[in-house]
């Protein structure tokens, strides 16, 4: 079993940074691909991020590529997402979530930006931009 919990959302200032947390509680040390999605109110969920927990490169949506770095610690279980030079369009309730691939195989793809197949998702923590 996987809960995903995340944290570090709250107001900020446009142009200013906030770190994201997901902390992964699993039985397993079994890796994952984990994504970084957001919702923004009468909007569809955006895939922002995806890391392999395992390792190997990070992709990004184009919206937020070159703002947004996602990262991995394997000793602490938790996936972040370092948001930089924020933006008042960036304001969305921010998920992270989880799933699993053979050797992180399509994580680091537009696959890995697509919600279908993640399994294990948080509840969300929200960002405000203004």
């Known amino acids: 079993h996987v809960q995903l919990v995340e944290s570090g959302g709250g107001p900020v200032e446009a142009g200013r940074s906030l770190r994201l947390s997901c902390a992964i509680s699993?039985?397993?040390?079994?890796?994952?691909?984990a994504g970084w999605f957001r919702q923004a109110p009468g909007k569809g969920r955006e895939g922002v991020a995806a890391?392999?927990?395992?390792?190997?490169?990070?992709y990004y949506a184009d919206s937020v590529k070159g703002r947004f770095t996602a990262s991995v610690d394997n000793a602490k279980n938790t996936v972040y997402l370092q948001m930089s030079s924020l933006k008042p369009e960036d304001t969305a309730m921010y998920y992270c979530?989880?799933?699993?691939?053979?050797?992180?195989?399509?994580?680091?793809?537009?696959?890995?930006?697509?919600?279908?197949?993640?399994?294990?998702w948080g509840q969300g923590t929200q960002v405000t931009v203004s």
């Open positions: 979530a989880a799933k699993w691939v053979p050797n992180g195989v399509g994580c680091a793809s537009p696959s890995g930006l697509g919600s279908s197949g993640y399994n294990y």
């Open positions: 699993r039985t397993t040390s079994t890796t994952y691909c």
């Open positions: 890391v392999y927990t395992g390792g190997g490169p990070t």
